[in-house]
């Protein structure tokens, strides 16, 4: 059974900072991996999606990579601002499994 | 602008009420989904529909139950049997089960007993 992992559950960092989110994943199988924003009270924002033929996507300057042999992906911010803040979660489908496994996410604050 | 919507926003049940949380989604995506997400915890999903009149349980369906009489609507309904409703709900859908495209996800519904 995948079990998703994520670590730190909160991060703190002044605003300009370069800083990466780690995520990891108990089976390697992983069909893709995703990464989600959510702020207070709110759903999710769908970040970047990593296929398991992927090595990395990114969007901006968000980069997430993935490697399905140590079961680690990392979401890196550059340049961080303060509309960063919020809680980042990553999710994995296990091959065979529609099913998104999620990780209970890191809370991510920005200062000024 | 196409999207998901979800409501109502707050709900507030009595005991031995059953509720039913909307979710209406224009993205016409075949795929639709249920989460529960309580304070500190992941998202744990509770039912999940490929098309039309087909859904699946996941991990913590019980006390809970839906329909997908359309394509567009997913209504999740929360039996009386669910002792612990308090959470707040997400709705989601994906073009398809696949896994190639993301989920995209409602604003939720927070959900309380009174």
């Known amino acids: 059974k995948q079990e998703v992992t994520q670590i730190p559950a909160a991060l703190s960092v002044p605003e300009g900072e370069n800083l990466v989110l780690n995520c990891s994943f108990t089976d390697s199988a992983i069909y893709n991996l995703q990464w989600f924003r959510q702020d207070p009270g709110k759903g999710l924002t769908s970040l970047l999606l990593?296929?398991?033929?992927?090595r990395e996507q990114t969007s901006g300057r968000l980069n997430a990579s993935l490697d399905k042999s140590s079961g680690r992906s990392t979401l890196y911010i550059a340049a961080s601002q303060p509309g960063d803040s919020a809680t980042y979660l990553c999710?994995?489908?296990?091959?065979?499994?529609?099913?998104?496994?999620f990780g209970k996410g890191t809370k991510l604050t920005v200062n000024p | 602008d196409g999207g998901i919507t979800q409501s109502p926003k707050y709900l507030f049940r009595k005991e031995g009420q059953n509720v039913t949380l909307s979710c209406e989604q224009n993205l016409n995506h075949d795929a639709m989904y249920w989460y529960r997400q309580d304070p500190g915890q992941g998202l744990r999903l509770i039912y999940y529909?490929?098309?039309?009149?087909?859904?699946q349980k996941g991990d913590i369906a019980e006390g809970y139950s839906v329909s997908r009489e359309k394509k567009e609507s997913f209504p999740l309904t929360v039996t009386s049997a669910q002792k612990n409703p308090t959470a707040f709900y997400l709705c989601a859908s994906s073009i398809d089960l696949a896994g190639y495209q993301p989920q995209h996800f409602g604003d939720g519904t927070r959900l309380s007993i009174l």
């Open positions: 990593i296929q398991s033929s992927q």
């Open positions: 999710a994995g489908t296990q091959g065979g499994s529609e099913k998104l496994v």
């Open positions: 529909s490929q098309i039309v009149n087909d859904f």
